[in-house]
Structure formats: structure tokens, C-alpha cells
């Protein structure tokens, strides 16, 4: 089964996990520009992160037959550094329409601060001005009322939901979320947001409709398989493969597909001046068959679940 | 004689299909005294996006005039999103440095524009005003922006210094990208770049690995340079096969 990621930092990830992702059925994923684990404190740094997400990691990502896109965004966190910010704003709709960006994100809230909700807002005019999807991101503590203000911010500057994937969902938001019209993400991420196991009787509870999985692998712990991992358990828990190709590789497709910038003959009939270029190609493409999880290294020998 | 920026102009109105008044409003509007960076920002995002990113896929007597235009220019494999951003880049009329004005794109650009753009370094004012630019571009990881400057572009040639111009040969073999492409590769054959690609060789044998057969014509010429000749001696002594390279 061909499995997209569309929540996958990768510059805080080693090329064995690009090779363990194709290996497991991975065929494109989509990076978020995010918090690096440390502040940028110069305008510059921010605006060469943005560079190496839409040039060398997306070349890095294709010589493992994986197609990298990536959505671009000031991150909550560092939208309450206000110098920071502002600078930031300016680089925005430089990088807004570079080749593979599929969205502006992952933008929201964190601490629900004022200068947040400001820069929250400005990306989300941006976003309507240039007809790009949004990815937000919504806090890890007060999580629930992050959840709705996000949406009713959406709603205020005038978004369509189905241009808008709210992320970071949980048992206690994804009703909400689903109501009120928009994509539901949920990221396989131990011990703070979902456990594949709870995934997988969330999609026995609500299908698959407007739901996507996703792994927010990054610089903690994380599994980069977390997709593919919660594909399987899904499968041997009897969950049919039509709701978990939606969950792990459609939804995301549909919903970031609405870019322009992403579509399936990408991975399926690459042209070949992407061969030429960026690509090195996926010779084995895993369609109908069950996500395969390969070890290339005794570091990978763990469970199925990530809890 | 049509200049290379009339011929890029020619050849991408012919392709633009439906989008060719789009393209030439855009055009007149970088030309125009004032035209912003903006502007050309713009213009730069939207030339694949309107355009699409198809081969150029010049015909033979294309090719021809693109060679009489400006010697050793060979577009052959440019695509029709990357000639258009050169020719909007050729079109554009700032106030700063043509070389700022490069430095700036380059930076925030992705992987295509960065390839477009050194495609276009032929054609470019100021030529030697880039030599910094064209050393970036040359450190890239990524191997299609290294070959868009060393591959089929008569730049390197007609610009590089010797010590430059040794190394960028060197990193060919280095990251894979194949000589046979690099504009002028035997005019700018040189004893020390035959010193250094037989040292080379012995590294590569040392190590058990196959050494590219296409660096023995770029030795063969300094083949009696005393350091040479007795390196080659020394690798024959040793059962190495390279006599039909270098004779």
C-alpha cells in the first residue's frame, strides 16, 4: 500500500529514516516549517530554514524515492518574538509559491497568546489571498479551546474548512472538528498526542471521512514509521484497507492536493525532467499490498505500537 | 544578429500557447523603467505555474542560432518554466548590481529556480561579477545545480581560472556527473589538472574502487611530464590497466 506523511520534519531526521519510510511504503510526504528545538533570534537563520525545506531536504527526500513537499509558516512559538516576526512576515510570500509548497503552515497556537493570534491571523490572509491550504497546529496544553478558537479564527477571516487541516487531534477535539467541516490530522507521536492503538478505534469510531494520519516526527522522540505502523495495526485489527488507504495516503492527497502543487502522477509517472533534476524514482511502487515494516538496523527492532 | 534574450523571447511566445499575452504583459512590465523586485519575485513563482515545466525542446536549427548568437550557449536540455525565468531575470531593468540582483534569487530559491538560473549564466552583464555566485553554486549538494553550471555551458570555460576550473572536474568525478558535457574540456586540459586526476586514480585503485576511464584523456597529453610519467610507470608495474587511455 502506497502511505503518504503530510507531518514529517525531516531535517531533524537521518537518511536511515528516509530509507526505512520508502521501505515501508512511503511515497511522499510533506515537511511543516516548525520550531527547530532551539529560538532563532535573526530574521536570517528563519529565512535560511525556509531555503533548506523547499531546496536541500526536498533533494534529499527524492534520492530515496520519496516526493518532499512542505507547507511554509511562522510557527506559534516564535511568533511571540515580535522582531522576529515581523521579519519573518516579509520572507512569507517569497517562499509562499515555491515549487512544492502545499500549504502555509504549521500555524496557530501555543501559549494563546496575543502576538499568536496576531500572527495566526496575518498567515491565515495570506493563505486566502494566494488560495494555498492551511495546516494548523494546535497547543498541546489548553488543548480543547485551542482547538475551537483556532477554528472559529478560521471561520472569522473568512477560510473555507475544507481548505483548512486542523492537526494535534485527539478523542476529546475530533468531533468538533469533523462538525464543524473541517480535515481532522492526528499524529502518531508516543506519549504526547496519539498511540496507534487509540488511533485505530477512532477510525473504527468515525470512518475515515476527512481524517488524516500523520507522524510529526521531529527531534524528540518520534517515529518517522508512525504512519505506516498505524496502517498495519489498522489492517490486523480489521479495519478495511479502503479506510486506511484513505487515512494514510488519500485524505492527505485531497486535502493538500488542493495546492496544485502535489499530485499523485508525481510519485505514479514522475516527468522526466523531474528525473533530471530532483528525483531519483521509486522502482518499486507497493500498491495493493500491506505496509511492509523492514529493520535495516537492530535500532529499528521494536514493536508495532507507539504508545 | 538576434540576441540571445530576442531568441529566448521568440521561442517561449511560440510555446506559451493560451498564456502568451500573460507572458508579454509580464515582460513589458519588468522592462519598465521602475519594475520592482516584487515584480520579478512574482513573475519568477508564477513562470511554472502558468507555463508549465515541459522541455523547451529546441530544434536543430534553434540550436544553431542559439550558438551563433552567443558561442558555446547550448539550451538543448532547458525547459520552457526555466528558460522563461532567465528571460524574465534578462528582462528585468533594477537599480541595484545585476550581481546583487542574482545573489538575492539565488538565496531564497528552490531547487528548479536555482537550476534555471545557472543555466542562464552565459548570457548574463558583468559576467565576472558573479565569480562568487558561480563558487556557491558549485559547493551545492545538490548535483543538477552543479551541472547546470558544468554541464553544457560554455561559462566555466570562457570564465574560470585554472585552480576553479580543475576543481570543478575534480567534483564531477567526485558526485558522479558525467565529463563528456563540460563545455571545452579539452582546451582547458593543463598539467596540474593531469597531476592531480593520476593522484586521484591512485586513491580510487588504493581503495579498491573502478576508476572512470573518461579522466585518462585529460591525462594523456602531460603523459611525459616527468611526475606523471613515472606515476603511470609505477600503476602499469602494477598491473593497472590505462596504456589505451593515455596513448
Known amino acids: ?307 | 544578429m538576434t540576441s540571445p534574450k530576442d531568441l529566448l523571447q521568440k521561442w517561449i511566445a511560440e510555446r506559451a500557447g493560451a498564456e502568451r499575452p500573460w507572458l508579454e504583459d509580464q515582460l513589458a512590465t519588468l522592462a519598465a523603467p521602475g519594475a520592482t523586485e516584487r515584480e520579478l519575485h512574482l513573475f519568477l513563482g508564477f513562470a511554472p505555474r502558468r507555463l508549465g515545466k515541459a522541455d523547451l525542446a529546441l530544434s536543430p536549427d534553434e540550436l544553431a542560432e542559439a550558438d551563433a548568437a552567443r558561442p558555446g550557449w547550448q539550451p538543448g536540455d532547458w525547459s520552457l518554466d526555466g528558460a522563461a525565468r532567465v528571460l524574465g531575470l534578462l528582462s528585468y531593468r533594477g537599480d541595484r548590481p545585476f550581481s546583487e540582483t542574482f545573489k538575492d534569487l539565488r538565496r531564497t530559491s528552490d531547487a528548479a529556480e536555482m537550476i534555471a538560473l545557472y543555466r542562464g549564466l552565459p548570457l548574463y552583464p558583468e559576467p565576472e561579477s558573479l565569480h562568487f555566485e558561480v563558487g556557491e553554486g558549485l559547493r551545492s549538494n545538490l548535483k543538477p545545480v552543479f551541472e547546470a553550471i558544468a554541464h553544457n555551458n560554455p561559462y566555466p570555460r570562457d570564465h574560470f581560472d585554472e585552480h576553479r576550473w580543475n576543481h570543478m572536474i575534480l567534483k564531477a568525478l567526485f558526485i558522479g556527473a558525467a565529463l563528456g558535457p563540460i563545455t571545452g574540456l579539452k582546451d582547458r586540459a593543463n598539467p596540474e589538472l593531469a597531476r592531480i586526476l593520476v593522484q586521484y586514480a591512485r586513491e580510487r585503485w588504493a581503495a579498491g574502487r573502478p576508476v572512470m576511464e573518461e579522466l585518462w584523456p585529460l591525462v594523456g597529453p602531460f603523459a611525459e611530464t616527468p611526475e606523471i610519467r613515472a606515476q603511470l610507470d609505477r600503476a602499469r608495474a602494477e598491473g593497472r590497466i590505462i596504456e589505451e587511455f593515455v596513448s
Not at chain 1, 518532499?68 to 510557527?75: A, D, K, R, S
Not at chain 1, 491550504?133 to 471561520?155: I, N, Q, Y
Not at chain 1, 518499486?284 to 515494516?293: K, N, Q, T
Request: net charge negative.
Open chain 1, 1 to 307: 500500500m502506497m502511505l503518504i506523511d503530510p507531518h514529517a520534519h525531516m531535517i531533524s531526521r537521518t537518511t536511515d529514516d528516509y530509507e526505512a519510510m520508502a521501505a515501508a511504503g512511503v511515497v511522499a510526504l510533506i515537511e511543516p516549517a516548525f520550531w527547530l528545538g532551539q529560538p532563532r533570534t535573526f530574521v536570517g537563520t528563519y529565512v535560511d530554514y525556509l531555503s533548506t525545506i523547499v531546496g536541500w531536504e526536498r533533494f534529499r527526500a527524492g534520492q530515496f524515492g520519496i516526493r518532499h513537499y512542505c507547507t511554509i509558516g511562522l510557527n506559534s512559538k516564535e511568533a511571540n518574538n515580535e522582531e522576529l516576526a515581523e521579519g519573518v512576515m516579509e520572507w512569507l510570500p517569497r517562499f509562499a509559491l515555491k515549487e512544492g509548497v502545499v500549504a502555509i503552515g504549521e500555524i496557530g497556537y501555543d501559549e494563546q497568546t496575543a502576538l499568536e493570534d496576531k500572527y495566526f491571523r496575518l498567515q491565515l490572509t495570506l493563505a486566502k489571498e494566494i488560495d494555498l491550504p492551511v495546516m494548523v497546529h494546535t497547543p498541546h496544553r489548553d488543548k480543547k479551546r485551542g482547538t475551537s478558537l483556532s477554528m472559529d479564527v478560521c471561520e472569522e477571516m473568512g477560510l473555507d474548512p475544507s481548505m483548512v487541516v486542523i492537526d494535534h487531534n485527539n478523542e476529546e477535539t475530533v468531533g468538533e472538528v469533523l462538525d464543524r467541516g473541517y480535515w481532522a490530522g492526528f499524529s502518531i507521536y508516543p506519549s504526547t498526542k496519539m498511540g496507534n492503538a487509540r488511533m485505530v478505534e477512532l477510525l473504527k469510531q468515525y470512518g475515515s471521512e476527512r481524517i488524516i494520519v500523520d507522524s510529526a516526527c521531529d527531534w524528540g522522540i518520534s517515529d518517522c514509521l508512525g504512519v505506516a505502523k498505524t496502517a498495519q495495526l489498522a489492517l490486523q485489527s480489521g479495519v478495511s484497507e479502503e479506510v486506511v488507504r484513505a487515512v494514510c495516503y488519500g485524505n492527505a492527497l485531497a486535502a493538500y492536493g488542493q495546492s496544485g502543487q502535489m499530485k499523485e502522477s508525481d510519485w505514479l509517472s514522475p516527468p522526466a525532467i523531474d528525473q533530471r533534476t530532483l528525483y531519483e524514482g521509486n522502482s518499486i511502487l507497493r500498491g495493493g499490498r500491506e505496509p511492509v515494516i523492514e529493520e535495516p538496523g537492530t535500532q529499528r527492532r521494536k514493536g508495532l505500537t507507539i504508545e
